[in-house]
């Protein structure tokens, strides 16, 4: 028997699984288990993190849901010819992201889809359930990549999509992350069924670019004892995630993260809004930039200005990589309810823990020391 099949596999169901971040973590995972590239952004990989018990890269199986049809070694060849992979690679881990494309299943609701809600969750925990089955899976961890939903329009409204399948993964006994600004586990509903459930979950909105630099330079003005008096910001982006944001009432869900972070970094919202655009000729890159107003001694008004330039898929993927692992890992000791500790990779994240960026990876890296503690986990 292969060392791969002789130890517990692993398995990460995506919801948005054939979008541009799921693709880019399917490919990445399996081009660092072959050695074609480093695993350069995944902080799991780093040594704070050895002796953690976290899965193998190699011992992750994909699997997920989306309403798309178009095959992942289809969407890693657009995601090639785009930048955001490099050349060769999809066609080096063509058979990985063809068995990873076998196992994703319809998502919803479609338009013109007339089951209930009970129905769905139902159809989408069996997916899930049989997935983990016929590969003989340890667990599995849910993760929610898809783009971003609007924000639910209140208690008596339809259940978003996102925490439709929050509630499929409680069903099926899985953990589950949400990487996206949707509502997912946060929806009453769900909440209060993973309280119920004793499973782990993480959570929310992935901080991948413009807010993660928000959350180095907050601290770094509330510890100097410099007064913001604005901090105003712009998104330039294409892609699915441009397109779903140019929806005012998405945008608005996005933009709660970013200033949350401010919150509880300064411990005030200084004046200034965030601003998302659409520009689909931009593709998968994004351009933010950051304008910041503050005063320093004698009140003497200052400025900082900031601009990020990054692909958010090769931003997103290694940090998926790592909470699924994170998660899995927790689920295995018998860990449940919200992660506090895992508040590092997220804009607006649940539990308890600190904000700033260096604090939350001080909290980090002791909760992977724990994690370490129970060699064994718990079956």
Known sequence: MSASLSRPRVGVWLIGARGSVATTVVTGCAAVTAGLHPPTGMVTETPAFTGSGLPALSDLVFGGHDTLDCPLPKRAEALTAGGVLPPGVATAVAAELAAADREIRPGGPTPGDTRSEAELITAFA?????????????????????????????PHAPLPASTLYALAALRAGCAYVNFT???????????????????????????????????????MFAQRALTVRAWSGTNLL??????????????????????????????????????????????????????????????????????????????????????????????????????????????????????????????????????????EGRR
């Open 181 to 219: 600004p949707s509502e997912g586990m946060h929806h009453p509903v769900a909440a209060a069924e993973a309280g119920r459930s004793g499973l782990p979950h993480a959570g929310r909105d992935g901080k991948t670019g413009q807010t993660l630099l928000r959350a180095v330079l907050g601290p």
């Open 238 to 375: 294409g892609g699915g995630d441009g397109a779903a944001l140019a929806d005012p009432a998405a945008a608005a869900a996005k933009n709660a993260g970013k200033e949350r972070v401010l919150a509880d970094t300064l411990g005030t919202v200084p004046e200034g809004e965030v601003h998302i655009d659409d520009v689909p000729a931009l593709g998968d890159w994004k351009t933010a930039w950051d304008h910041i107003a503050f005063d320093g001694f004698l009140g003497t008004r200052m400025i900082l200005q900031t601009i990020w330039q990054g692909c958010d898929s090769a931003l997103a993927a290694p940090l998926v990589l790592d909470l699924a692992r994170l998660t899995a890992r927790a689920h295995e000791t018998g860990l449940s309810g919200p992660l506090g500790a895992l508040g590092f990779y997220f804009k607006d994240p649940v539990g308890e823990g600190p904000s700033g960026l260096g604090e939350q990876y001080e909290a980090l890296v002791r909760f992977a020391r724990s994690l370490g503690e129970d060699k």
């Open 126 to 154: 069996g997916d899930i359930r049989d997935f983990v089955h016929r590969h003989e899976l340890e667990r599995a961890v849910v993760v929610n990549v898809a783009s971003t939903e609007p924000a639910s329009q209140g």
